[in-house]
């Protein structure tokens, strides 16, 4: 899809890069990412690299389940008029907080903003994990309060996913029972990535009524905008019963703001006074006023819904017409079966400058793909041919 303000969103963007004067990933850090080890931080390296913008541009972008078609005009010309305020530390800021509690129909005290919801996940790690408290979770998900978890020298919980890749709610409910008193909260990505499989809003409910009723559950809703199933539902309205329940939202997927970084969670002001406590980043002013405009601009993101949802279907169809099978996705993104090791393949892909998603251990033998623009969906399928196909024959040769 090319949407007709991708000229001004450039210009925004490439006037922003400058601004900041170097983007910091090289073509290796961006292989070794593809492979699920993260980049060393430019703090770690002690210096700053640079990865000119055609190395970047090269590469079809199907490895983080971003938006690919950016910010639409609105958003852009609401950042680009805060761009006044760079220089300040008090200004005015949209009112971003009490625009997300109109959205949801709750009250500030019950939004906690971050500098996207990976802050806040760590947040919730950070209030209520210790040595002796882990983390309840599906495997594989979202590997963030794992990892937190770990860096808090603590331990998660995981609970396998079902055959079908759902995640298993009586599993993770037992989990939680049994360890109770070493649990410090269970999380739940709904939809999950990285299978794109929704939990029901019975299986919810059954989780939260099951679940002890003080016990924190950490809902990750990254993906909420792009599901089409009615047996889905948000989980904000548990937060206001009372629960104590934390929805994390993005507005880096659907909004398009991977790169400003903007998220916030729901949950009751007992427990958002608790998390502030152990927040460290702040938000910047730019993207205050960019989720603002975003939250308003309905129309745009359900033009990349459908969009996205189209291009994630024939991508769907045309590997099975190859053989293989993918899971049902609700998200940008979706996994497919390639029925051989993974890390290989995703470093074929790189070769035909086509970044797919890391390994999600143990699905060692599936491929996450991220929707990306229909060129980019065109590049994937025709590595895809490529790779598949001649190993089909050199599988042939060699009698396998
Ligand atoms: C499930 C899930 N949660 C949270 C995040 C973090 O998003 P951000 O920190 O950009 O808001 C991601 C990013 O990919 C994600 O997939």
């Known amino acids: 899809m090319d949407l007709p303000s991708q000229v001004s ?4 963007i490439g ?10 990933l090289t073509p290796s850090d961006l292989a ?9 931080s430019p703090a770690q390296q002690g210096v700053r690299r640079t990865v000119s913008e055609a190395e970047w541009d090269s590469f079809a972008k199907l490895s983080s389940n971003e ?9 852009i010309q609401a950042m680009t008029k805060a761009m006044k305020y760079a220089n300040r530390y008090g200004y005015p800021d949209g009112d971003i907080t009490q625009e997300i509690a109109d ?12 500098a996207g919801s990976g802050e806040l996940l760590d947040v919730v790690g950070l209030t209520f994990l210790d040595a002796n408290k882990k983390v309840v979770g599906s495997d594989p998900s979202y590997g963030s309060v794992y990892q937190q978890a770990t860096t808090i020298k603590t331990e998660a919980i995981k609970v396998p996913l079902l055959d079908d890749f759902r995640q298993d709610i009586p599993g993770l409910i037992a989990a939680t029972k049994k360890h109770y008193r070493e649990v410090g909260f269970v999380y739940l990505c709904n939809p999950n990535n990285p299978t794109g499989r929704i939990v029901t809003k019975r ?7 099951e679940l002890p009723e003080d016990m924190p559950v950490l809902i990750d809703e990254a993906y909420h905008h792009f599901v089409d199933d009615d047996d889905y539902a948000t989980s904000i309205p548990y937060a206001l019963e009372g629960r104590p329940v934390i929805i994390a939202r993005t507005f880096s997927k659907i909004a398009a703001l991977a790169g400003m970084r903007l998220g916030y969670v729901v949950a009751s002001r007992e427990l958002v006074v608790k998390m502030r406590a152990h ?27 459908q969009v996205t949802i189209d291009l994630r279907q024939k991508a769907v169809r045309d590997l099975k017409s190859l053989g293989y099978e993918s899971i049902p996705s609700e998200g940008n993104f979706f996994m497919v079966h390639i029925k051989r090791p993974v890390q290989p393949v995703i470093e074929e892909f ?27 969906m065109a590049r994937f399928a025709t590595a895809f041919r490529e790779i598949f196909t001649g190993a089909a024959a050199a599988g042939a040769k060699s009698g396998r």
Request: net charge positive; glycine share 10%; with cysteine.
């Open 9 to 12: 969103r450039r210009r925004f």
């Open 15 to 24: 006037g922003a890069a400058a601004t900041a004067g170097v983007l910091t």
């Open 32 to 40: 070794l990412w593809a492979q699920g080890v993260p980049p060393v």
């Open 67 to 75: 938006n690919c078609y950016g910010p639409p005009d609105s958003v």
């Open 103 to 114: 959205h949801h129909g709750v009250k500030p005290e019950n939004v906690l903003l971050g």
């Open 203 to 209: 299986e919810m409910k059954r989780l939260l009524d």
């Open 279 to 305: 927040q460290t980043g702040t938000v910047n002013a730019l993207v205050k006023w960019g989720g603002v405009a975003a939250l308003k601009d309905t129309a745009s993101q359900a033009q990349v819904k």
């Open 350 to 376: 790189r070769k035909r400058t086509v970044l797919v998603g890391r390994p999600f251990p143990p699905m060692l033998e599936h491929l996450r793909v991220s929707i990306g623009t229909e060129s980019e």
